[in-house]
């Protein structure tokens, strides 16, 4: 080495370390004052600028400066493919209120094939303050204005952590303030700028065509990066392409495979060494299905970014076909039993009865296909309204699911011979329904959608998932898919002289088996006190239990005759108007509490930034999308997840287990699903750093977990 080289790397070396001792007595500093929050990463520091002083025609703002240690960073409003943005909440005096934050031109940040958009070093996240006609600087003659905020950012390095802060300071309304100048005039060079021209996006299969006009002369022919302030749009790892046409900027974009929103607005933010513009353009055209992604480099213009695997569109077709294949699966799911067993049994009533199987059959089927197509009604219907729903909401209310266990304990006792509906009703009555067998078979097919609703069969969701976001009619035409589906079977059945061979004649045994379908319905009653006990707690669990008794002592009073029938009906009506009162009083009441498997044998509960955050470290994540009412679930969380080998190769490969539990309705868990084109649990995903989420089957199974883990390195 020579000496003018050993020179330089001695003085490199210096300068190194007075920047890091500088760095340190900076965040040593930190501890002064409630303004300044110091953690181990950042240094977050209140700010005010008020040069002129306070009130209505004054020019006031308040800030957030965040100061990063070196390979440390915070994210912007759109934090890209992975992070959390940061949030401020301000507590003002009365008249006074913050604006929206006035966020710098972010930077790009790559993590393995992530892209994430942030800020490192030093950022000051600035709002503008607004004054109300409610505001008197008399009331301040003698006193303060107290500025409050609180803070929640997260940083990143080699592992993600989320911090928070609260910080205040106390402004003298009638001088001027201005805690560091430098730091607002320096950040509103990097603020971005609104621009006089046009902009429109017009999609185009599954890429955004993005064109600019009314930029600056200077960034003609220059290279610029795009910003969307809407999350989860574009495929921001992905590659894109951009050219100039004359003075007009065009770009090709990707669109994301996990879209959460497909906006008729979209605000985007252009940058270039010189800074940014920010421009809000309209979006034309129909967007794709969720889950479809671009399986080429952008056509035009210079690529940038890095490619990204592509996944096959589902077509219309495709989900017709998988909701039927899922309809007909689902006759093979517990929840469905009991009913199944109760239309054999009535499949065995007709005998020879060529013409009734029929009939039967084909009222069943129709019963179906209604109940489901009613169900897409309301599901499409709730959707389009905002509201954050998927396949087996309506279990998803604890008043549902005791109505329900009312409903199957009157069933359970009606086939157990405790109440017969004929000593309940008038003897015209019972001839009509004599005529109109038809009915009971509809009415059966009714009750199978209603149980079968907890269950998910394979196929199902992804087809339920598209279903969701197309126009009504296609929708719609999916559920009546999965309805002719789980149909199908009774109606080829009925229909055909083979298997009225294979049934049994009527006889005595039929009362037998009769009573012996009532313990199926009651076990489906004890399933669903569970269910509402997960729900909202053992209080509500009680309550219900006592409305259950009280709903089979009027059961039985039915069945009685002359004085006693009237004096037990009256003790049984009061004994049910007193406990149904109390059980809605304590469902109302119940509160969902941590679910308590969720740190069984590793599991931690998921949550929408937990997921990004382990992967950021290295580790792979594996998220069981569950629910306590979702019997296939239960059944894979009891078999497959419990399995030894599939525990001992989670361990070896150190995977993160999450689970998200969709029990009671969860935002964010509707949304998480719906990114993979699901409405529905159960949902299996595995998750790698790197590479794209792998989503595994509804009915897991241990072969199909251990292959896919171990594609994942020990």
């Not at 509103?188 to 002369?217: C, K, Q, Y």
């Not at 719906?674 to 989420?693: N, Q």
Request: aromatic content about 8%; glycine content about 8%.
């Amino acid at each position: 080495m020579t000496r003018r080289s050993l020179l330089q790397t001695i003085t490199a070396i210096a300068l190194g370390i007075c920047a890091t001792l500088a760095q340190a007595q900076l965040f040593k500093s930190a501890a002064d004052g409630p303004s300044v929050v110091t953690t181990e990463r950042t240094r977050a520091e209140l700010l005010v600028h008020a040069p002129d002083g306070l009130g209505p025609d004054k020019q006031v703002w308040l800030g957030l400066r965040l100061t990063h240690r070196p390979g440390w960073k915070s994210y912007w409003l759109n934090p890209g493919d992975a992070g959390l943005p940061t949030r401020l909440q301000w507590s003002l005096p009365r008249g006074v209120s913050a604006g929206e934050v006035r966020w710098p031109v972010p930077s790009k940040f790559l993590l393995g094939s992530l892209v994430n958009y942030g800020y490192a070093g030093t950022v000051l996240l600035q709002a503008p303050v607004r004054f109300s006609p409610e505001f008197s600087l008399a009331d301040y003659a003698h006193s303060e204005l107290e500025v409050k905020l609180k803070a929640q950012w997260l940083v990143c390095k080699d592992v993600c952590i989320p911090e928070e802060g609260e910080l205040s300071l106390r402004i003298a309304p009638y001088s001027s303030h201005a805690s560091d100048v430098t730091a607002f005039q320096g950040s509103w060079a990097l603020l971005t700028r609104e621009f006089t021209g046009s902009s429109r996006i017009d999609i185009e299969g599954t890429s955004l065509a993005v064109r600019v006009t009314g930029l600056p002369a200077s960034l003609v022919g220059q290279k610029l990066d795009l910003f969307p302030e809407t999350p989860g749009v574009i495929d921001a790892s992905a590659p894109w392409s951009q050219r100039w046409d004359g003075s007009e900027w065009t770009a090709r974009v990707p669109l994301s495979a996990q879209r959460l929103e497909s906006p008729r607005t979209l605000p985007m933010v252009l940058t270039s060494p010189q800074g940014g513009w920010r421009t809000e353009a309209a979006v034309f055209g129909a967007w794709p299905a969720p889950g479809a992604v671009s399986t080429a480099v952008p056509a035009f213009g210079e690529a940038v970014g890095t490619p990204q695997s592509a996944e096959q569109r589902l077509t219309l077709g495709l989900a017709l076909l998988g909701a039927f294949v899922g309809g007909l699966m689902l006759n093979l799911m517990p929840c469905v039993f009991p009913v199944l067993a109760i239309k054999v049994f009535g499949f065995a009533r007709h005998g020879q009865d060529a013409a009734g199987r029929r009939v039967d059959g084909a009222a069943y089927a129709g019963g179906v296909v209604t109940s489901f197509v009613a169900l897409g009604v309301v599901l499409v219907a709730l959707r389009a309204a905002g509201e954050q729903v998927g396949w087996g909401f309506q279990l998803q209310s604890p008043s549902m699911v005791a109505a329900l266990a009312v409903l199957f304990t009157i069933i359970g006792l009606n086939l157990a011979g405790v109440v017969t509906f004929g000593r309940l009703l008038p003897a015209s009555w019972l001839a009509n329904e004599a005529r109109h067998r038809t009915m009971n078979a509809f009415l059966s097919g009714v009750l199978a959608v209603a149980v079968a609703s907890p269950c998910t069969a394979p196929f199902m969701g992804a087809a339920l998932g598209f279903a969701v976001a197309m126009p009504t009619e296609q929708a719609l035409a999916t559920f009546a898919a999965l309805g002719l589906g789980m149909a199908m079977p009774y109606l080829v059945a009925s229909w055909t002289p083979a298997a009225a061979k294979l049934l049994p004649r009527p006889g005595a045994w039929m009362d037998t088996f009769q009573r012996l379908l009532a313990f199926p319905m009651f076990a489906t009653v004890v399933w669903l006190l569970w269910v509402l006990g997960k729900q909202t707690g053992i209080d509500a669990l009680i309550a219900t239990l006592a409305l259950l008794v009280a709903t089979s002592l009027l059961a039985w009073a039915a069945s009685l005759r002359g004085t006693a029938r009237a004096t037990v009906g009256l003790l049984a009506v009061a004994a049910l108007a007193s406990t149904a009162t109390v059980a809605f009083r304590e469902i109302q009441a119940g509160v969902v509490a941590p679910p308590g498997d969720a740190q069984v044998a590793g599991w931690e509960a998921w949550n929408a930034g937990k997921v990004d955050s382990i992967l950021a470290t290295g580790r792979p994540v594996f998220v069981d999308f569950t629910a306590a009412w979702c019997v296939t679930c239960q059944y894979n969380k009891k078999t497959t997840l419990s399995d030894p080998a599939v525990q001992a190769s989670f361990q070896a490969r150190n995977v993160a287990l999450l689970r998200a539990d969709w029990t009671r309705r969860e935002a964010s868990i509707t949304a998480a699903l719906a990114s993979f084109g699901r409405t529905g649990v159960p949902l299996y995903v595995l998750y790698s750093p790197g590479k794209p989420p792998q989503v595994l089957s509804e009915l897991l199974t241990t072969a199909e977990l251990t292959s896919a883990l171990s594609g994942l390195p020990q």
